[in-house]
């Protein structure tokens, strides 16, 4: 089973905004941490944003400061990725991923979901 599900993806207008979502659904195993991570075509995959379950910290990459907030829902198990004034250079596949501390580190996230596509196009 995968512990991990994302959902919320689609096309939208530059200027638009897109939530995504992410159900933690399985055992993480300890996993307190969670992040957003996105992959471009013909790019490596790159940290987006972090949130510290327990305390709910935040941290973001400087690309989507200011636009993105990441947040938790501890009752309903989600984290989210609210993204605002969405741009081209937005567009990737979205991961969600856990890990046991804050890290910016793609390698030290333990678990991934499948991907939601997020395309910028007019």
């Known amino acids: 089973q995968v512990p991990l599900v994302e959902s919320g993806g689609g096309l939208v207008q530059p200027g638009s905004s897109l939530r995504l979502s992410c159900a933690v659904s399985?055992?993480?195993?300890?996993?307190?941490?969670m992040g957003w991570f996105r992959q471009a075509p013909g790019k490596e995959r790159e940290f987006v944003a972090g949130?510290?379950?327990?305390?709910?910290?935040?941290y973001y990459a400087d690309s989507v400061k200011g636009r993105f907030t990441i947040s938790r829902d501890s009752a309903k198990n989600t984290v989210y990725l609210q993204m605002n004034s969405l741009n081209s250079e937005d567009t990737a596949v979205y991961y969600c991923?856990?890990?046991?501390?804050?890290?910016?580190?793609?390698?030290?996230?333990?678990?991934w979901g499948q991907g939601t596509q997020v395309t910028v196009s007019s």
């Open positions: 991923a856990a890990a046991k501390a804050p890290t910016e580190v793609a390698g030290q996230y333990d678990y």
């Open positions: 399985g055992d993480t195993f300890g996993s307190q941490n």
């Open positions: 949130i510290f379950w327990t305390v709910g910290s935040t």
